[in-house]
C-alpha cells in the first residue's frame, strides 16, 4: 500500500493531501476514488498530483480521478485549472498524445444480425483501417494540406467528403479548437505527421465492437437519449485513439522549449522536468497553447477519417448505406487537452485554463458548449475500459463542477507493461478471448499482451466511484465481441 | 547486461536503465533499449539503408534525449527502424556533437515482429550519469 500517511478521507470517493504535504504546494491535491482504489494507487499518482499542486497560477485543488496511476508530471487522470493571468501551460499536463480521445457511433444492427459476419467484419476493419507501429494512412497529401488539416479539424473534413455536418456537432468542440495557427509547428512534427491521417497506432489504441445488452442499461431515459435503444442487443463501435506522431512531436519541441526558458526567462522553479512550463500569456505558452490547438484538430481529423472508412466496411458488408445502418455518432471526447472554460469560482464565473491529461470533460446538463440535444441530457462521456472486460457510456452530472466538470477516461492501469508480458502470451489471449465471445485482430502479439484485462483496474469500480462522487452518471455498459488493436 | 527495463517506476509506460563503458556505447544501448520496445526481433533489421546524422546538445543529457528522439522520428516519419552503426561524440563549441551513421529498414510486418509504439522520451527521472563504470541513463519512453 502506497497511501501517504497525511491522507485525509473528505467523502466516501473524495480524499485529500494538504497543501502542507509537500513544501510549495499552493492548493491542496483531491483524488477522487473508493477506499480500494485508492488502496490500490501506485505511489506516483500521490507524488504527482502533489507536484501538480505546485504551480503557479493552479486554482482550488490538483486532481485525480480514479483510473489515475503513473504518468510524467501529471499523473494519468490528472487535472488542473489554471487561471490565466498569473498561471502557467505546462505539456506535462496534456501528454504526449495531445487530444487521444474516444469516439461512440450507433448502428441499428443487432448482435445476432453481427455475430455470423463477425469475423469478416472485424478482419475487414483490420485490413481497411491502418494499425500498428509507425503505420501510414490512406490519404495521400502533401504537408501544405497538412496545415490546413491541423488548422481545421473535422472541417477539413466535411470540406472533404470525409463527414456530416451531424458528426461536428456531436464533437466536442465541433470537431475543432479555433486558435490553431499551423506557424507554431516545426516542420518535423509535419514530417512525422502528414502520412498518419486516419490511422489507429498501437498501444491502448483499438476499435472495438461492442453491444448494447439490455440487463447492462442502467439509466435507460438516458441511454434512449442517446440513441442506445433502439434495438435489444444494439451493436455500437468505440475506438480509441489520438494525434499519432504529429501530436507527439509537438509536445516534445515546447517540452524542449519550455525546458530551456522556464528558469532562465521567467523564474520559474519546478519539482520535476515532466512539468516544464511557462506562463500562459508569455509567447513560448501562447504559441504552445496554438500548437497544442493543431494536434487536437489533427486528433479530430483522425478520427473522423477513420470513422468514414469504419461506415464504408460496414456499408459494404452490409449491404446498406451509413444512414440506413443508422450510424451516428453519440459523441467524440478528448482525453488529453488544455482548455480555456468558463467556471465558478468563489460564487463569480472567471476563465480558467483547465489541463486534463488521461481525463474527460464531463459537462452536467444546461452547460454551454453541449449541442442542443444534451442540454438536458448532460455531456455523453465514453469510457474505454480493458479490451477484455467492456466499456461504459456515462453522462455528466451537474454536481462536478468542483472537479471543473471533468470524470476518468478508462481503467487505469495496475500493472506495467513489461509485467504484462511476462504474465500472458498474446496468442494464447487471442485464443482465449475468441472463446469468451471477443474475436480480436492485432499487428503484434507481445502489444495484446501488454494491454490483457488483468493489467488494469476495475473498469466497475472506476465508474462506480465517479458517480459517488457525482461527477459521472453510469448510462450503460458496453460488452465487446470484437476488436482491432495496434 | 547493457539494459534493463524497470517495472518499478512506470506502468503505462516503458522505463529502463542502460549503462556502458563509454557514452557513445551508452547511446548504442539506449538506442536498442527503445527500439526494441517496438520491435520484437530487432536482430532481424537488415541494415538495407543508411542515414548520416549530426546532433549537437549543451550536455550529455540532452544530446542522447534528442539523439533517441531522431529515431522515434524516422519510424514515424520514413517507417525507419534504425540503429547506430557508426556513433563518435566529440566536445564542440556549445558543448557536445554526436555524429552517427544510422542503418537499419522499413517496418516489413512479414518478417519484424512489431510491438508497441513509442510516442516520444519523456524527462521523468530522466538522468544520464558518469559512473565508476563509465556511463548509465534512466530513461522513461511514452508508449
New interface residues.
Given amino acids: 500500500m502506497n497511501v501517504p500517511a497525511a491522507l485525509k478521507r473528505i467523502s466516501e470517493t473524495i480524499w485529500e493531501l494538504p497543501a502542507s504535504y509537500k513544501e510549495g504546494m499552493l492548493v491542496p491535491a483531491r483524488i477522487i476514488a473508493s477506499e480500494k482504489l485508492i488502496n490500490e494507487m501506485?505511489a506516483?499518482v500521490f507524488e504527482q498530483v502533489s507536484n501538480v499542486a505546485t504551480l503557479p497560477g493552479i486554482q482550488r485543488y490538483a486532481y485525480c480521478m480514479p483510473d489515475g496511476?503513473?504518468?510524467?508530471?501529471f499523473p494519468?487522470g490528472g487535472v488542473a485549472a489554471m487561471d490565466p493571468g498569473s498561471g502557467v501551460i505546462s505539456p506535462g499536463g496534456i501528454?504526449?498524445?495531445i487530444n487521444c480521445g474516444m469516439r461512440l457511433v450507433l448502428t441499428n444492427l443487432t448482435a445476432e444480425q453481427v455475430q455470423p459476419k463477425l469475423h469478416q467484419l472485424v478482419d475487414r476493419l483490420f485490413a481497411r483501417v491502418p494499425t500498428?507501429?509507425?503505420c501510414?494512412g490512406f490519404i495521400k497529401m502533401k504537408g501544405d494540406d497538412f496545415r490546413s488539416v491541423v488548422q481545421q479539424g473535422s472541417r477539413w473534413c466535411l470540406k472533404n467528403g470525409f463527414a456530416t455536418q451531424e458528426d461536428l456537432d456531436m464533437t466536442e468542440e465541433g470537431g475543432c479548437f479555433p486558435g490553431a495557427n499551423a506557424s507554431d509547428i516545426s516542420q518535423?512534427a509535419v514530417?512525422?505527421?502528414y502520412?498518419?491521417l486516419g490511422t489507429l497506432?498501437?498501444?491502448?489504441h483499438y476499435c472495438e465492437i461492442q453491444v448494447v445488452q439490455p440487463h447492462n442499461i442502467m439509466d435507460p431515459e438516458l441511454a434512449g437519449a442517446f440513441g442506445l435503444t433502439t434495438v435489444p442487443n444494439q451493436v455500437v463501435i468505440m475506438f480509441h485513439c489520438g494525434s499519432?506522431?504529429f501530436g507527439?512531436?509537438v509536445?516534445?519541441d515546447y517540452?524542449?522549449l519550455f525546458?530551456s526558458v522556464m528558469e532562465r526567462k521567467y523564474g520559474i522553479k519546478i519539482v520535476?522536468?515532466?512539468l516544464?512550463c511557462a506562463p500562459f500569456h508569455s509567447p513560448e505558452g501562447q504559441a504552445y497553447f496554438s500548437a497544442m490547438k493543431c494536434a487536437v484538430n489533427m486528433a479530430f481529423a483522425n478520427r473522423q477519417v477513420i470513422l468514414h472508412r469504419i461506415r464504408e466496411v460496414f456499408s459494404d458488408l452490409f449491404h446498406a448505406s451509413p444512414d440506413e445502418l443508422g450510424m451516428r455518432m453519440v459523441y467524440d471526447v478528448a482525453h488529453n487537452t488544455a482548455k480555456l472554460e468558463r467556471h465558478l469560482v468563489n460564487g463569480s464565473r472567471k476563465e480558467l485554463l483547465v489541463h486534463r491529461k488521461g481525463s474527460t470533460r464531463a459537462f452536467g446538463p444546461g452547460l454551454p458548449g453541449l449541442p442542443e440535444c444534451y442540454q438536458k441530457t448532460g455531456q455523453p462521456v465514453i469510457i474505454g475500459g480493458s479490451m477484455e472486460t467492456g466499456s461504459y457510456l456515462l453522462a455528466g452530472m451537474s454536481t462536478g463542477g468542483d472537479a471543473w466538470y471533468t470524470t476518468a477516461h478508462g481503467s487505469g492501469?495496475?500493472?506495467?507493461?513489461?509485467?504484462a508480458k511476462k504474465n500472458f502470451r498474446g496468442d494464447k489471449l487471442q485464443r482465449d478471448m475468441e472463446q469468451r465471445g471477443i474475436y480480436v485482430r492485432t499487428?503484434?502479439?507481445?502489444?495484446l499482451a501488454?494491454e490483457a484485462g488483468a493489467a488494469y483496474k476495475n473498469i466497475d469500480e472506476v465508474v462506480e466511484a465517479t458517480e459517488l462522487a457525482g461527477l459521472s452518471k453510469r448510462v450503460a455498459r458496453l460488452v465487446p465481441i470484437g476488436n482491432i488493436k495496434? | 547486461m547493457p539494459f534493463e527495463y524497470r517495472s518499478d517506476i512506470a506502468h503505462a509506460d516503458v522505463a529502463f536503465d542502460a549503462w556502458a563503458p563509454t557514452l557513445e556505447e551508452l547511446f548504442r544501448e539506449a538506442a536498442r533499449a527503445t527500439m526494441e520496445v517496438m520491435v520484437e526481433n530487432l536482430a532481424q533489421v537488415r541494415p538495407a539503408q543508411t542515414l548520416e546524422l549530426k546532433l549537437e546538445q549543451e550536455n550529455e543529457e540532452m544530446l542522447l534525449f534528442d539523439f533517441l528522439n531522431e529515431l522515434i522520428f524516422y519510424k514515424d516519419a520514413r517507417r525507419l527502424i534504425l540503429l547506430p552503426a557508426d556513433i563518435e561524440i566529440s566536445p564542440s563549441d556549445n558543448g557536445l556533437t554526436v555524429r552517427a551513421t544510422l542503418s537499419g529498414e522499413e517496418i516489413t510486418p512479414t518478417r519484424h515482429e512489431m510491438r508497441t509504439d513509442v510516442k516520444a522520451v519523456t524527462m521523468l527521472r530522466y538522468k544520464v550519469e558518469q559512473v565508476p563504470q563509465g556511463w548509465r541513463a534512466t530513461v522513461v519512453l511514452d508508449v
Fill in positions: 501506485d506516483g496511476h503513473w504518468g510524467y508530471g494519468i501528454g504526449f498524445d500498428g507501429v509507425g501510414h518535423k514530417e512525422r505527421g502520412n498518419q497506432g498501437s498501444g491502448n499519432r506522431g507527439h512531436q509536445a516534445t517540452l524542449k525546458l520535476d522536468r515532466e516544464a492501469r495496475t500493472m506495467s507493461r513489461h509485467e499487428d503484434s502479439f507481445g502489444g501488454e495496434g
